[in-house]
């Protein structure tokens, strides 16, 4: 029966924890290098309705985009969502694993999926340092597309009824940047790049403003832009560890109220 440190060892071997900013918190978060494990659960963030279904899974193994312990803890108590959570699987025996901005950068991580869930093809990192990719993809669409088609495109394909968005450059979509979650930061790198849309998440209205004429952005959520990697993540782990592997959908706390004004005349 495999053990947490040979988990670890292959999470390090294809998304290097080297990989991490310097703020984040990857790796083993809670529990036991040398606890055996015979299955493994997936989800995006870990919270106690996920441990719950952990527990009844009898899962000994849990892997989360978003990493439980981000900040400092200065106590852990039942009155607080992540705190009541961690007791719960601190309770069980549950390892929380945390796979977050190294996920972000590494090859087959979320940027690379997130393109591959838009249909780009001819992907590569936008940067790319000392062997280490950037967090931004690049990539071309198979064929051009209106601007209204390739919007709805973004909706079917991350599974999303709502975009923001500033207003469109070009009549046509071909040249497409991506990044997963909070990477509105990046713009400015992207526009140098002359793509023809960012699908990013978490923009700010002053980015949106700053923009304006010369990058089309599309924030489709950092949710939908991020979640796409878990079922990859789940199929490569398949093929290595002869464990069931569990998908434990956590759920998105952005909600959208799509208000249709036809309906109402």
């Not at 901005?101 to 992907?123: E, F, K, M, S």
């Not at 991020?226 to 959908?249: A, D, W, Y």
Request: proline residues 5%; negative net charge; hydrophobic residues 45%.
């Amino acid at each position: 029966m495999p053990n947490v440190a040979e988990l670890l060892k292959w999470l390090d071997e294809h998304f290097p924890f080297s990989y991490a900013e310097s703020f984040d918190n990857v790796g083993l978060l809670v529990g036991d290098y040398n606890a055996p494990f015979d299955s493994i659960a997936l989800t995006f963030d870990i919270t106690p309705e996920v441990v719950q279904k952990a527990v009844v899974l009898n899962t000994k193994v849990l892997i989360s985009h978003h990493p439980i312990i981000f900040q400092e803890l200065k106590n852990i108590t039942p009155y607080e969502r992540n705190q009541k959570a961690i007791m719960t699987a601190i309770k069980h025996g549950i390892n929380l694993i945390a796979l977050h901005t190294n996920l972000d950068r590494a090859r087959q991580g979320v940027n690379d999926i997130l393109a591959q869930r838009l249909g780009l093809i001819n992907v590569e990192p936008l940067e790319e340092s000392d062997g280490i990719p950037g967090f931004i993809r690049i990539g071309e669409l198979p064929q051009p597309m209106t601007v209204n088609d390739f919007l709805q495109w973004v909706c079917v394909r991350l599974n999303t009824n709502a975009l923001r968005h500033n207003i469109p450059i070009k009549e046509k979509i071909k040249k497409v940047a991506v990044c997963g979650g909070s990477g509105s930061q990046f713009w400015r790198q992207v526009r140098l790049a002359d793509v023809d849309a960012f699908v990013t998440a978490d923009v700010k209205y002053h980015t949106f403003w700053d923009a304006q004429g010369s990058l089309f952005i599309i924030d489709a959520g950092h949710y939908e832009t991020e979640v796409p990697v878990l079922q990859n993540l789940r199929t490569m782990l398949s093929e290595t560890f002869n464990v069931p592997i569990h998908l434990i959908v956590s759920e998105n706390p952005v909600k959208y109220f799509v208000y249709d004004n036809a309906s109402n005349e």
